[in-house]
């Protein structure tokens, strides 16, 4: 689970107040984190052992997708 206040928090302190596409306020916060898997070069298939953890935020007036790396952001170790 997403501690959403304290995504806001870390847009805030960013300068991150609008949609980067539309400049719409209305930026959503994924409840859940998201993973973003690496392929693996062998098989050409998902290694689900690498990868990077996500937040997601969905503009609220053009659907616009933002991923931000979590660990990044303190939100995982
Ligand atoms: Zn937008």
Redesign the pocket.
Known sequence: MVNAQAVRTWLQQKGIDR??????E?LQVSRDLYALVTIDRTTGGPDHRRGTRAVRLR?G????LVLLHARQMGLEE
């Open positions: 949609c980067g596409a539309c400049g719409s209305d503009c007036n053009c659907a616009h």
